[in-house]
């Protein structure tokens, strides 16, 4: 069988997020799994710089409007390509600045859309199934049914979605640069008040989407998790799946990390209290025995960064340390570095991305912070249970599907959930946490059930093969 996955980021190459990490693992899985899976990126900067690439194939021509871009494919052993286009993908970032996004991402992703389908006629590779992901690559299911029909006439599609609150919305002029027939400009296809929309490209057209939990593949289809897509989703509901994303235990295990000082496992507690100890020792914190609660996130309004900011002061009050690592919105940016300012000794921030820092912060705190307005699947909070970082986190999509409440479960579970979206809501749970982690008795085996789960990719890797089965039987 023969898979492209069509994706904007994915580990090694390039990572904004979660997306890179569950392409990069699926990817690697499904050729564990003996698929022949190919993965199509842009060719961005640090890729060109970090990776030995070699040309595949002739170039390729890309219509889009009125002008025809000229592009060159690159590929990294044979199993991963690389579209170039300098012009849209030799930039310091993938989607846009602190600022907002690029202005010209409509024309960005049209462009690697479309030249997807043209690299595979290049390199003569027809793909049984195309994999697109997020609004990104929404158009590739419509041009495999449409523009592509004769040459994908064998192809079926799946559009997963990583996340119903980016969609790809466009002014009408966009419509243009698709090269797709104007009458699809109406409320039954890509148009979406007034703009056009490529998400909901994808949605319509996918032989079948999937979401990346369960509990958020029925969610998207209610109006407050929808973002304006529910009801074209629910037309859509006999082919809406969910397929738990998996951590990638190569990269994420406290036992072969070679990013912290120490390494320690459920067996041996004494490297968690080093790193423990050293991550506190580096956010300068006072009270070195204190409970250290981290967050490692995007500042963006889904992962409820105003809980976080509201609820701080109170947090801090209750003698806990704080850490956080993130980038992301200026305005975010801007509240939590006041904070800095006068909660020194207590509260650490660090604005930016840090791979190194996160794993540091996952193996140094006793608690993991994610009071996510919603989260599709979320894998902060599986990593942060294999490091022994209990999770605190609001009830909401992948997080109801792989977090068990300690007090729900008679002092069984996995962590401590909160429903409302108020930051009193949030301050009560982390005091039921910090209640548990007074008892020693109490919050060990708590520790130990965390670092026991197994959200590994094998099982949601053999899930993405089962339905791309299925879907091959359909074509
Ligand atoms: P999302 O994809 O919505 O950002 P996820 O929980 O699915 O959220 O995945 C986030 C991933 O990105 C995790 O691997 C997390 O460790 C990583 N990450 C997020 N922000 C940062 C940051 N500032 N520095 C380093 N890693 C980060």
Not at 63 to 79: A, D, K, W
């Amino acid at each position: 069988m023969k898979v492209l996955i069509a994706v904007t980021e994915a580990i090694p190459y390039a990572k904004t997020g979660g997306l890179a990490d569950v392409a990069g693992s699926l990817f690697n899985e499904l050729r564990g799994l003996g698929i022949d899976a190919r993965l199509f990126m842009p060719l961005y900067r640090g890729i060109k710089k970090n990776f030995r690439l070699e040309l595949a194939g002739p170039r390729i021509k890309v219509q889009l409007g009125g002008r025809r871009y000229q592009s060159r494919i690159f590929t990294h052993e044979g199993r991963a390509y690389f579209v170039e286009c300098n012009e849209f993908f030799d930039r310091r970032e993938i989607y846009g600045t602190a600022l907002g996004e690029y202005e010209d991402n409509a024309l960005r992703f049209i462009f690697f859309s479309k030249a997807v389908l043209e690299a595979c006629e290049a390199l003569e590779f027809v793909p049984d199934i195309i994999n697109a992901n997020d609004w990104q690559t929404g158009l590739i299911p419509l041009y495999i049914k449409t523009t592509h029909r004769d040459r994908f006439s064998k192809t079926s599609s799946l559009l997963t979605i990583h996340n119903v609150g980016y969609q790809g919305i466009f002014p009408p002029s966009a419509m243009a640069l698709t090269g797709l027939p104007t009458e699809m400009f109406n409320p039954d296809e890509i148009e979406f008040y007034g703009k056009i929309n490529l998400l909901k490209a994808g949605i319509i057209s996918a032989d079948a989407i999937n979401t990346v939990s369960y509990s958020y593949s029925r969610e998207i289809m209610e109006k407050e998790f929808g973002y304006g897509l529910h009801g074209v989703l629910k037309k859509r509901k006999g082919e809406i799946t969910g397929i738990l994303n998996g951590i990638d235990y190569n990269e994420w295990s406290p036992a072969g990390d070679e990013f912290t000082p120490q390494q320690f496992s459920a067996d041996d507690l004494s490297g968690k209290r080093a790193c423990k100890e050293i991550l506190a020792r580096k956010a300068a914190f006072k009270d070195r025995n204190a409970p250290i609660a981290g967050m490692v996130t995007r500042l963006v309004t889904q992962k409820g960064i105003e809980l976080l900011l509201e609820a701080l002061e109170d947090i801090l009050s209750t003698g806990m340390n704080v850490i956080v690592l993130g980038k992301g919105d200026d305005r975010y940016q801007r509240k939590l570095r006041e904070f800095s300012r006068t909660h020194r000794g207590r509260y650490f921030l660090h604005i930016g991305y840090d791979e190194a820092l996160a794993h540091l912060i996952y193996a140094g705190s006793d608690i993991f912070l994610i009071p996510s307005r919603y989260e599709p699947c979320g894998l902060t909070q599986m990593i942060a249970m294999k490091y022994g970082a209990v999770p605190v986190a609001r009830s909401t999509g992948g997080i109801v599907d792989t977090v068990d409440d300690f007090y729900h479960l008679d002092g069984n579970g996995t962590g401590f959930l909160f429903a409302g979206y108020d930051p009193s809501a949030f301050l009560e749970c982390i005091k039921r946490a910090l209640c548990v982690y007074s008892c020693d008795s109490k919050w060990e085996p708590l520790m130990m059930r965390c670092m026991e789960k197994d959200f590994s990719w094998k099982n949601s890797a053999r899930r993405y093969e089962a339905l791309y089965r299925k879907l091959l039987r359909k074509g």
